[in-house]
Each structure stands twice: as C-alpha cells, then as structure tokens.
C-alpha cells in the first residue's frame, strides 16, 4: 500500500507515527505542504522519499494508492477532489469538508469500486465502541433509552490565534463541528438514524466567528434521546458519552483517546449476571485512536472494499452538525430531510448569515 500524505501540520506526524507502526505493509511514497520548508523537514523526520508543494506532481510521480489529507478543514475539499480524479482513494481528517453540498460532490467522485472517500474518525475504532455495538446488537442490554454526549474541552484564546481557526470559511465552525464531532459521530454509530434536533448555540467567552458552545436535544429513529454539549470553555476537560438501555448504563470517560479502562458498565437490578457475562465476553485489548483506524482502512483497501468510514457515514454525523446550526439559527426542531439540496445549511454550516451568533458582550471579534 503506497501512501501519500497532504498537509505536513500537527496532525500529520500523528499520522506518519501511526502507519509507520502499523502491521499491515505499507510505504510513505511522498508528502506534500505549501509550505515547502515544514515539508521538506518533515519528509526528513519520517523517512520519505519525496516531497513537493504541489499535489499533482506528487501523484503523478510517485503513484500512491491513498492519500491522506492533514490540511485545515478549508483545503480537504479540493486536496481530495484532486486525489480522486487521479484515481486515487483519499482518508480525510475530519471534519471532512466544510458543508454537506461539498461532501456530496465528493461522494460523487468516487467510482463504484473505488477511488473511495473515507474520513478519520478515530474514536469509532477502539475495542470499547466495538463491544458496545455487539452488545447492543445482541439484545442483551435491552432498548436504548438516553444519551448523553458531552464534549467540554478548554481553549485559550490563543489557540484560536492560528489564523484558520474559529472561522467559518476555512475551519467550517466552532466546537460542535471541530471538536464535540468526534463524540457526535461516535453516538451516531451506537445509536443510527437521528430524526430530529433543537439546539442553541453562543459564543460566550472567546473572540471567534462562530460559536464557542453549543447545546442540543437528538432524537434517534430507535426512540432513544441524547443530550448533546460542544464548549471549549471548559477548565476542566472531558470527552464524556452515557447510554441508559434498559438494561444497562454504559459510560466512556477520557479525553482525546480511550482503552478499554475507561469504559464502565453498571447493570440495572437484575440482570447483573447476562449483562456482565456478556460485557466480558466482549471484545477487548484495542485502544482508539488513528493507528487502530488505519489497520482498519488499509485491510479494506487490500480485500478491494470501500474503507471505513464511508462518505455515508459520515455525512450522517455532519449532517447532525448542520442541524444544531440550523436549529439554533431557526429557533425550532430541524429533521434530516431538511437539511437537503436548497437549503442554506447544505451550502455552508453557518447557513444564510456568517454573522448571525452574537456576542453577549455586544462586541465584534
Ligand atoms: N482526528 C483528530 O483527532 C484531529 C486532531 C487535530 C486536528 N485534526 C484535523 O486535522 C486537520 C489539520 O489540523 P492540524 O492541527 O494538523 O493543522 P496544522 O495547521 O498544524 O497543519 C496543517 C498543514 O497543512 C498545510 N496546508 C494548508 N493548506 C494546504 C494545501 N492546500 N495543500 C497542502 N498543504 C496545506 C499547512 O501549511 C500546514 O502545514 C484539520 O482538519 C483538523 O481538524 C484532527
């Protein structure tokens, strides 16, 4: 598996790091950046082979299988749009495109038997997630009845100082479509289908052009509810899911990447024996995080299948992303369907107005 990699950044070298030990053959072939002196020092650190500043060339001189794409969310579109005209298969950093409208024209570019779109979401990949989805398909914990996915993470203002970040235009939102996503996508693979959406949004404390919390009540097709937080006002920071099945809770607490430790499961009185029967029975040993997802994607690209996670898949989770805008723009609930072709919110995340999230303070960023 020849790989190529775009975008030489911070999560770039978690990625060189991550295939690099990978067990699955693979071959770092070239690395591209516009930035021609962090791509040359990084083609150093990591041992490859080549490296340029412009994509094109990189394909068509050292013919990659797949391309990953470590550019700010403002460039993934066009990076992969270009990958998969050269027939190229194409793993993007999340979150994948900047609007649906773009996720689709991606999709369309893809063949039937490749080249295929997938996008990095980790946090799916961990034996934990896994384990959950078994059990949960098994009937073992029952029907799931409540969520609850929390993403309070804290960033200085500071952070916000790289200038494409807290902007629509090239970061695609704030911290329910650049952080609470990972947890978002993470609900909707226990969980499927949502069906309908109320949300707020602020900006609260961080000079932004987005949102800086956001806040929403999800409904699932299955008849579960989830309570969803997104804030990166939060000094004491979590990546927090919960789900009540009849059963069962089920809790994950961590940060930025689990093991299997912390995942805990509380029976409900009465089923103490099959449910944790069946919770140790489970699978076990795999933490998550980007090397256990690209095991996953390169095995699909070797058995000729379409990598996991699929355009699909994850314009279900951004899909739910667009909605918490929309909703918090409209004031009311807001169903899939709506979020279609002619809609504002299938064009851009921020909808009919980039300016429509006011600051309480009064002022302007
Ligand atoms: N999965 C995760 O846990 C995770 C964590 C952090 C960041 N990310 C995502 O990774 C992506 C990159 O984030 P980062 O923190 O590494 O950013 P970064 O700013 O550190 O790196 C981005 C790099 O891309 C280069 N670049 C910009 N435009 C380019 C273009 N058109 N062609 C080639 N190179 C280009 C920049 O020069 C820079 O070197 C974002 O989408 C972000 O959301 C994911």
Known sequence: MRIGLV?????ARVHAEALLSLDEPVELVGAVDVDAERVRDFAGRFGIPAHYTDLDRMLAQTRPDLVHVCTPPGAHRASARTALAAGVSVLVEK????????LDELAAAQGES?????TVFQHRFGSGARRLRALLHSGVLGRP??????????REQSYFDVPWRGRWETEGGGPTMGHGIHQMDLLTAILGEWTEVSALVRRQARRVRTEDLSMAHVSFANGAVAS???????PREESYLRFDFERATVELTHLYGYGDDDWRITPAPGFEQPVLDAWKAGETGHNSGHRAQFSAVVRAL?????PPVTAGESARTMRLVAAVYASARTGRPVRPAELGPGSAFYERMSGDDPDWITDPTGDRP
Do not use: K
């Open 302 to 306: 070797r058995a000729g299948a379409a």
């Open 145 to 154: 009845l409540l969520a609850v996915c929390h993403t309070t993470w804290f």
């Open 228 to 234: 969803v937080v997104n804030s990166v006002l939060s």
């Open 7 to 11: 975008g030489t950044g911070n999560i």
């Open 95 to 102: 979150p994948p495109t900047l609007s649906l409208a773009e």
């Open 114 to 118: 490749g080249p295929w779109l997938a």
